[in-house]
Structures are given as C-alpha cells and as structure tokens.
C-alpha cells in the first residue's frame, strides 16, 4: 500500500536502545485503559501511558492546555525524524501475552486529515493490519510505520513476548507531500 511507509532501523542503535530501556523499564508508569477495542476474550488488558495529548482536538475538553508527560524527553530522537507541524497525541501502548493472537477491531485514530505513526518497541509476532489491503505490519523492534489517519487498521495482542510494546504518535505533518 503505497499511503503506508515502513523504515526500519528508524533511530541510530545507541537511541533506539535508550528509549527502549526506559519504556519496557520497571520505573515506567502504566495505566490501566479499559477501552481496548474488541478484545477477545474481554478480559484481554491494554495498558498505556499518554505523553502528550492536545485537547483542542477533542469537543469536550477543549479549553485545557496540553497533557504532557514528565517522560516526554525521552521521544525526543523520534520526535526530529518525523517532521511534525503539530502533535494530537502520543501514546504508549503495553499489551500482554495472551495464549493465542488476538486481532483487535479496525479503527481510525481521529476522523479528521492528520498522521498516524507507530513506532514498535520489541519484536515479536504480533502485528499491525490495514483493512483497504489487509497488509500486515510485523512488530520489529527500532521500526516505524507511518500512514494517514482516515486508514482503518488494527492492533494485536503477541504470544510470543510477555509484552507487546509500541508508541502511536497522531500529529499534522510539516509538509502536505510527505508520505
């Protein structure tokens, strides 16, 4: 699909590496999201950890200042490779081990013209697959994955890691031509 691109080895090692041991560290904080789309069974867990969201993006809340993150710093080398104009949100999303894959329901991060980027922390088998080709996405670790927004894709969980680690970013780009 030509709307989504693939970099490996998106950040030098050294990088890669500093981000990864802080987020897949036992110092980082993890909230419980009851929200995980179409998990099945139901008791399947998402956890996460929002750096950053802009409330100018959600009707109810738009009058607050930005949520940020004390560990925002850290996304600093993803952040200067990707070439946003505005950040919506950034979001880490932990999902655990579950006995056989679970594929989550198709979804589209916000409804409106913007970029979505997955940055995948670990591999593993699980994965990330778009509806319009059912193109799959495999979870390798220091790999992200850009594509517009208003792509329905979905999420799994892995069974072949405790976790399966990776960091959405929503954000408007700095250039209409980037892809």
């Given at each position: 699909m030509k709307q989504v691109k693939v970099q490996d080895n998106f950040l030098p090692d050294?990088?890669?590496?500093?981000?990864?041991?802080?987020?897949?560290?036992?110092?980082?904080?993890?909230f419980y999201n009851k929200n995980l789309e179409g998990a099945i069974p139901r008791k399947e867990v998402l956890l996460t950890h929002i750096f950053y969201f802009n409330h100018l993006f959600d009707v109810q809340s738009a009058n607050k200042p930005p949520d940020i993150s004390k560990w925002i710093?850290?996304?600093?080398?993803?952040?200067?490779?990707i070439q946003y104009a505005s950040l919506i949100r950034i979001k880490a999303n932990s999902y655990p081990w579950t006995p056989t894959l679970v594929e989550h329901k198709y979804h589209v991060d916000y409804e409106?013209?913007?970029?979505?980027g997955l940055f995948y922390l670990n591999t593993n088998d699980g994965y990330?697959?778009?509806k319009e080709d059912s193109l799959k996405v495999e979870s390798i670790?220091?790999?992200?994955v850009s594509f517009p927004t208003h792509l329905f894709h979905t999420s799994t969980s892995c069974t072949d890691a405790k976790v399966r680690y990776n960091i959405n970013f929503n954000y408007f780009r700095e250039k209409d031509n980037d892809s």
């Open positions: 050294n990088e890669f590496k500093k981000i990864q041991d802080v987020i897949m560290g036992e110092e980082f904080p993890w710093a850290i996304l600093q080398p993803i952040l200067d490779n409106f013209p913007c970029m979505s990330t697959k778009f670790a220091n790999r992200f």
